[in-house]
């Protein structure tokens, strides 16, 4: 232990100016802002390999800032968190209990206590920006600390920004993390979900009913020519990517579209798509393949939506922002946008820093989008006794919330 993770535990009362002198001093004098405890004591204990957890000085903030401490203390354990940002200090490091800073704030009930929380998820959004920004300019570190930090950081957010996956275990390889490989992979329809035959990975679960729900409400809302009269587009198109389950293309042939398209690529699902007589619907097309390799031909024909629905499996949140150039090209002024927002949500807080990206994100092609929020039911929970991964190897979704997003021209 350190004397700056020392000062990070609060140890003497009140919380007070001196506290930000001190941090000042230690990391002026050279003190890294992401210097861990097990760093600490490895040094002392003279042992020299890396440690494979990393609990910083933001965790033992987090930690330990005391549940009732006054607002004056408050504000200055706030302004600590804010130099550490300044210097540096990562907002997805884990520690031993594979929790991150944001975490142990939720764990502690101090999600809405004060800035602390927002201002790491705020550091979050920041840091995810800066480091695409890095990726695209091909930044070049000259210090090697900084490159151990951000690398340390992209391992975290790699994981984070996918469509409907996030498992740190999974080797980039494997079905979750790699469209091909999951193409590759037999799979299964079971009771109340779709999984890869081997692996048991879920890709769709009934569980996201209500949630599917949602997104077929939104699809239609993009029908609604003008909100006062409620007069109605006279012809209705949507699409569908990605039909799992076909949760959501049964909710939407319900409401009768004048067209429906549906986008799939997976052979197994495409066999089911057959099996089940979706290719005999009279209003509906399907368009076999990736979406990838299927929307550009849309493009051309001058096919428009009122409501476009994505929810695919093993991919990255950059093929969704590859996805947005044709969500703007393919949706009818009035059209409404939406997607499975399971970005980051086997962590809650990379789902909250994910939510404010993909907000900007489509900001930038002139869509705002607007979240519902909406509780998960409990069987989702791992710590439940009963859950619905009880016979799924891996979990992709870890919180209480779900925010359903709608997205539509800023204009309209
Ligand atoms: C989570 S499921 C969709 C569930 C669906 N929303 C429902 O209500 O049942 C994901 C589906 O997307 C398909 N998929 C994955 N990547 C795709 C891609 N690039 N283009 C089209 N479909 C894709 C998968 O094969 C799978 O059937």
Known sequence: MSDLHDLCRFSTRPIDESYITQLHHYLKSGIPATYTVEEAANYINGIEETPSTTTTPLHLICMNVPLGCTDEELEIVEKMIEILLEYGAGWCFTDVNNETPGCILIRRGLKHVGKLYSQIVDAGVRAELLLRKVSDYDVEFIDPEDVEAQQNETVESEVVVESKDSEIDDAPDAPSQNQQSYLNTKLEYVDDALVTKDRK????????????????????????????????????????????????????????????????????????????????????????????????????????????????????????????????????????????????ADREVIYEVYKQLVEIDLKTYGLDVKFTEVEVPESTLKSNDKSVWDDVKRSYWSCPVYYHPEARFIDI
């Open 201 to 344: 990975d879920g890709v769709m679960m009934a569980w996201e009913s209500d949630l599917m729900k949602l997104g077929c409400d939104s699809l239609f809302k993009g029908a609604i020519l003008d909100g006062d009269t409620k007069e109605m587009d006279s012809e209705i198109v949507v699409l569908n990517i990605g039909f799992g389950m076909g949760i959501i293309d049964t909710m939407i042939q319900h409401q009768h579209p004048t067209k429906h398209y549906i986008c799939e690529a997976h052979p197994d699902v495409l066999k089911k798509l057959k099996d089940d007589g979706w290719y005999e619907k009279p209003n509906v097309v399907i368009l076999e393949g990736r979406w990838q390799d299927n929307l550009d031909e849309l493009l051309s024909q001058g096919v428009f939506f009122n409501g476009i629905y994505y929810d695919t499996f093993s991919e990255h949140y950059q093929d969704m922002l590859e996805l947005f150039d044709f969500v703007v090209g393919l949706l009818k002024p009035h059209g409404v946008f939406s997607f499975f927002n399971g970005l980051g």
